[in-house]
């Protein structure tokens, strides 16, 4: 029989002799889960964030890569906020290093107790970061994937396959209820319709600065890299990215 005793904050093992009546077996120290801005998790002071929580915002993965890529004698820092979207594109990275051979041992461990069962080939999958800004335009996680398909279109790639667009769904879907629960208010943007000519009437010496900016970023490029061209461009002109 293997006995494994965590042991929180490395404290003493306190009557595992006079339990199990075996001499205590060597510990397993583990640490807390520090919720960003807040502190150590505590249900007693009510700072805490269940699992239930994360399914709301995140898949089940997710969490074990946030645990296994962790120290255990270091504490975890985690942020529902700006963190999650961190944590995939992370995630997302060892994903394509772990098939590409560009990680290490430890790395690939890492995934495989991630994921469990190893795919036999790179899935593709959704960023969520992109996602989350595609939940902001589109009503509705169909019309954002279709859109999704119509630039893999554009740029000569294969559609979805169906376990492909239900990632995506699942991804679109997840990212629209971290929008609405957690996203800090500067991330969240609205899309107003409006002609193009009228657009251009309405902005501003800055805003028509940063259009021209962005132009000269985006041809040819991915949506994340599009995404990610429109903060850049925003935080470059102290504009905010809405």
Avoid: C
Avoid at 104 to 118: A, F, K, P, S
Avoid at 128 to 141: C, G, K, P
Avoid at 233 to 242: D, H, L, N, S
């Amino acid at each position: 029989m293997v006995v494994i005793v965590l042991t929180n904050h490395g404290s003493k093992i306190g009557k595992t002799k006079e339990l199990f009546k075996i001499s205590p077996p060597i510990p397993v120290v583990y640490e807390w889960i520090h919720l960003k801005n807040h502190g150590a998790m505590s249900s007693s002071k009510g700072i805490f964030f269940t699992p239930s929580n994360w399914l709301e915002i995140a898949e089940p993965y997710l969490l074990r890569y946030l645990f296994v890529r962790s120290k255990l004698d270091k504490h975890i820092q985690f942020d529902p906020f700006y963190g999650i979207l961190d944590l995939y594109d992370k995630f997302d990275k060892l994903e394509i290093g772990y098939f590409t051979g560009k990680v290490g041992n430890r790395e690939r461990r890492v995934y495989e107790l991630t994921v469990i069962d190893v795919p036999h080939m790179l899935p593709r999958r959704l960023s969520y970061r992109y996602a989350s800004t595609l939940v902001q335009i589109f009503e509705n996680d169909e019309e954002a994937l279709i859109r999704v398909e119509e630039l893999l279109k554009l740029k000569g790639e294969d559609s979805f396959n169906d376990q492909e667009r239900n990632i995506a769904l699942t991804r679109l879907s997840l990212s629209r209820r971290w929008i609405e629960k957690y996203a800090p208010e500067e991330f969240k943007f609205r899309v107003f319709p409006m002609t193009a000519e009228k657009l251009k009437d309405s902005l501003d010496f800055e805003g028509k600065k940063a259009l021209k900016m962005l132009s000269s970023l985006i041809l040819g490029k991915s949506p994340e890299e599009i995404n990610d061209a429109i903060y850049k461009v925003a935080e470059k002109i102290g504009m905010p990215p809405r």
